[in-house]
C-alpha cells in the first residue's frame, strides 16, 4: 500500500505539476482546494478537472473568506490586476497575505487526521511574483513548525513539507508537467474571474512565455505571441 500525500490544489499549472510528481513519487494523494474569496474561482472548476485526470481518489475544497478583509488584488475587486509585468524587488499586489500559511496549517490538520506523511505544494521563488511566502526559508521554518506543533511530530512523524518545483523555472515547470503527462489545458492560471484567461495579466503572461520557450505555444494563452520581459 502507498502512503499518502495532501497536495495543495490550486487548479494552476504547478500545483497540477506538483499532484503529478507526488504520485510519480510513490504517493496516493487527497488534493486540498481552498475557496477563498479569490476573484479568480474559476481555478477551482480546473482543479476538479486536474483531480478527474489524474485519478486522484479524494478532493476536499475548504471554504475560508479571506476576502472579508481585503488586501489583495486577487481578493477585492476594488482593486486592479496588475497587467504592466512583475517588477524585481516589488511585492505585486496579487500577494494575499498571509494565504500560505493559512493553507499549509490546514494541510497539516489534514495530513495528520489522515496519516498523510507529505505535503506536496506547488510554490516556486525563481520564475514568479517575489512573494514572501513561496521561498525556501519560508518552507523551512514551517517544517520546524511541523514538529512542534502536532501530536504526529511529537511522535516523530510529522509530515514532509516538500515542494518539487521551487527552485524550478518556469519553462522547467513546463517541461516537467509534459514529462510527467500534467493535463495542461485543464489548468487554470489567469488572476482575471472570466471564463477564458485574460492573457494580459502576470501570471498569463509568464505561463503563456514559459510554453512557448517550451516549444508548446499551442498551449499558451497568446497563441504563439511572444512577450518582451519587463
Known amino acids: 500500500m502507498n502512503p499518502t500525500a495532501i497536495v495543495l490544489l490550486s487548479g494552476g499549472l504547478d500545483s497540477a505539476t506538483s499532484a503529478a510528481q507526488a504520485m510519480a513519487d510513490g504517493y496516493d494523494l487527497i488534493a486540498l ?19 478527474a485526470s489524474l485519478n486522484i481518489r479524494e478532493h476536499q475544497v475548504v471554504d475560508i473568506n479571506l476576502a ?20 524585481p524587488d516589488e511585492i505585486p499586489s496579487t500577494y494575499v497575505p498571509g494565504r500560505n500559511t493559512v493553507f499549509i496549517a490546514i494541510a ?14 506547488g510554490i516556486n521563488a525563481v520564475d514568479y511574483s517575489g512573494y514572501p511566502d513561496c521561498r525556501p526559508e ?28 521551487v527552485m524550478d523555472s518556469k519553462v522547467d515547470i513546463v517541461h516537467r508537467a509534459l514529462k510527467l503527462g500534467v493535463p495542461i489545458e485543464q489548468t487554470w492560471s489567469c488572476y482575471q474571474g472570466g471564463e477564458e484567461p485574460c492573457g494580459l495579466c502576470d501570471s498569463c503572461r509568464i505561463r503563456d512565455q514559459a510554453l512557448i520557450d517550451a516549444g508548446r505555444p ?3 494563452t497568446s497563441r504563439g505571441r511572444s512577450y518582451v520581459r519587463s
Not at 482546494?33 to 486536474?50: D, I, K, T
Not at 487526521?113 to 505544494?121: K, M, N
Not at 518552507?139 to 513548525?145: M, N, P, R
Open 68 to 87: 472579508q478583509w481585503g488586501g489583495s488584488s486577487l481578493t477585492d475587486p476594488a482593486m486592479m490586476i496588475p497587467t504592466d509585468g512583475v517588477k
Open 108 to 121: 497539516l490538520s489534514l495530513a495528520e487526521a489522515r496519516g498523510a506523511e507529505a505535503i506536496y505544494l
Open 138 to 165: 519560508y518552507l523551512a521554518a514551517f517544517q520546524h513548525l511541523a514538529t512542534l506543533s502536532s501530536k504526529a511530530g511529537l511522535e516523530g512523524k510529522a509530515p514532509k513539507l516538500i515542494a518539487p518545483l
Open 218 to 220: 499551442d498551449l499558451a
Open 33 to 51: 482546494s481552498f475557496r477563498y474569496g479569490q476573484r479568480h474561482e474559476r481555478e477551482l472548476a480546473a482543479a476538479r478537472q486536474v483531480v
